[in-house]
């Protein structure tokens, strides 16, 4: 599937959301944006409020176990997007529902050249994590999980200040961003579920490069009998774990 | 001495220390300090990985005890996916969950524990799986420091590969140097790690043959602490190291030290 079109088919997938009566809003990223933070009190920049977030301080927590949730950079180097646009499906946060919530990310962002290693770093959410009061999110593979302080959601915190933080220091931090935009699921675990098989038809487009890497996390694997598996008496135990191994790879990837 | 909060050192990517040496010399009363140390000013998120199977006291000088261990995560994992009790994908959809949950956090520092093997058998797949999950959690902390056995094979098999900085510990005697010495040679065969230096804890006397030694087989002794009664006093009594005072020389050396590993990052 090509970029144009895996794109279509998200911008086709929220607005199909919207016309079966979803609540779907879009909000716009700010060129003021510090300057209206100023009357909030909430801090945006990028690695100045490195803290973890307790259980016992959380106001709200998005993704995490036995929420559905995910998150995906999904790159692209041709201008197809709408630069600061960002789309929400589901309702804002609110403090006084649930504290767990179901929870997508979606960031497109256009860079000017993207390499393998501009790849990994835009998947570092420590960018968000560190640059964002009271807010830390905690790394798992494809899925999203993080927390937002008490203080920070009697700051009035919401989805469009968090949009508009995401894309402050993701172009804050990357010189070669042109253009971005961020797309936000809350509380709509079967528009989540929806969007995960679509978006696993993309990573097709990385079979190639993820087949060769599983390859070679197989030769890595240590083995206390140096790989004389004809002898090993856990041979067939050892599969299962390659099988399990290679799963939270091809996750991963 | 250049203080770390005014030099405010950005890391890019985790940083990641290991703290190896002979048992009894200190290993993991100089991680309790050095945590105490990089959390001062809270301008890093630390990680600490308790990775000695046979004596995990870090939890203890730490006054943090983590809710379950990587080993019976381990355990599980593996219960589960030989008798097929999960689906293959839930379970590796939700491994990165458990063992994330398994840390004890606090403001100042968050704590991971190895734990002893519960299983006897050979899951070195197994060993990759949850050495690829704390290398991927680990990525949300500045610097993780790791309390080590003393050997390294066990470290880079199950905890971490990729060590930043070997940090060696020996006390006053020969053996023990001698260990410092071989942790260093196996440090280049068991690790990615390019920087070490030596630390001599619990000095005493007239120590110049022990640094001559040290010297003569090209460690880089980056610090020298002195027995203290204070520190003998927190440990008899199972009092958290981190409640040490600001003033103790003991602890300004330890400052010195974590200068001097950051600096050369």
Request: some cysteine.
């Amino acid at each position: 599937m090509s970029k144009e079109q895996f794109l279509s088919k998200i911008h086709y997938f929220f607005k199909e959301q919207e016309d079966k009566g979803k609540t779907f809003t879009i909000y716009k990223y700010k060129q003021n944006f510090q300057d209206s933070l100023k009357q909030t009190g909430i801090g945006v920049k990028l690695n100045q409020f490195k803290e973890l977030i307790l259980e016992e301080e959380t106001g709200i927590e998005l993704g995490g176990f036995g929420q559905k949730s995910f998150s995906l950079v999904y790159p692209i180097e041709e201008g197809l997007i709408e630069d600061g646009k960002i789309s929400l499906l589901g309702p804002e946060l609110d403090i006084n529902s649930n504290k767990n919530l179901d929870f997508g990310m979606l960031l497109i962002v256009e860079v000017q050249k993207l390499t393998g290693r501009t790849y990994r770093e835009l998947n570092t959410f420590s960018i968000i994590s560190n640059g964002l009061e009271g807010f830390s999110v905690r790394t798992i593979p494809r899925r999203f999980w993080c927390r937002i302080s008490q203080n920070l959601m009697k700051k009035n915190f919401n989805l469009e200040i968090f949009g508009n933080a995401i894309i402050e220091l993701y172009k804050s931090n990357f010189e070669n961003i042109k253009s971005m935009e961020v797309f936000f699921i809350n509380s709509d675990r079967d528009a989540i579920n929806k969007f995960i098989t679509l978006s696993s038809q993309i990573s097709l487009e990385f079979e190639k490069d993820w087949r060769k890497k599983v390859d070679s996390y197989k030769k890595r694997i240590d083995c206390e009998y140096d790989w004389g598996c004809d002898i090993c008496p856990f041979q067939l135990d050892c599969q299962d774990f390659k099988d399990l191994l290679t799963t939270r790879n091809q996750l991963n990837d | 001495m250049i203080n770390v909060k005014e030099k405010k050192i950005i890391m890019v990517t985790t940083y990641v220390i290991a703290v190896v040496g002979k048992g009894g010399v200190g290993k993991s009363i100089i991680t309790a300090l050095l945590a105490k140390a990089i959390s001062e000013n809270n301008i890093y998120k630390l990680l600490l990985i308790d990775a000695d199977p046979a004596y995990p006291h870090l939890s203890v000088m730490l006054n943090l005890k983590p809710k379950k261990s990587v080993e019976s995560i381990r355990s599980e994992i593996i219960q589960n996916t030989l008798q097929k009790q999960k689906d293959v994908k839930e379970i590796a959809e939700n491994i990165d969950f458990y063992v994330y949950n398994a840390i004890e956090e606090s403001k100042s520092f968050s704590l991971l524990s190895i734990g002893q093997p519960e299983d006897s058998g050979c899951f070195c797949p197994s060993n990759t799986l949850l050495k690829k999950v704390i290398e991927s959690i680990s990525r949300d902390f500045d610097i993780v420091l790791i309390d080590c056995e003393a050997g390294l094979e066990q470290i880079s098999r199950k905890v971490i590969e990729n060590i930043d900085y070997l940090l060696i510990i020996t006390d006053i005697s020969l053996r023990s140097v001698d260990t410092a010495v071989t942790i260093s040679k196996m440090g280049k065969k068991f690790t990615k790690s390019e920087k070490s230096g030596v630390i001599i804890n619990k000095s005493e006397g007239n120590i110049s043959n022990i640094i001559e030694k040290i010297k003569s087989h090209g460690l880089d002794l980056i610090g020298v602490i002195p027995r203290d009664p204070k520190i003998s006093e927190l440990d008899l009594n199972a009092i958290p190291m981190t409640s040490i005072g600001q003033n103790n020389r003991s602890y300004q050396k330890i400052k010195e030290i974590l200068n001097t590993i950051l600096l050369i990052n």
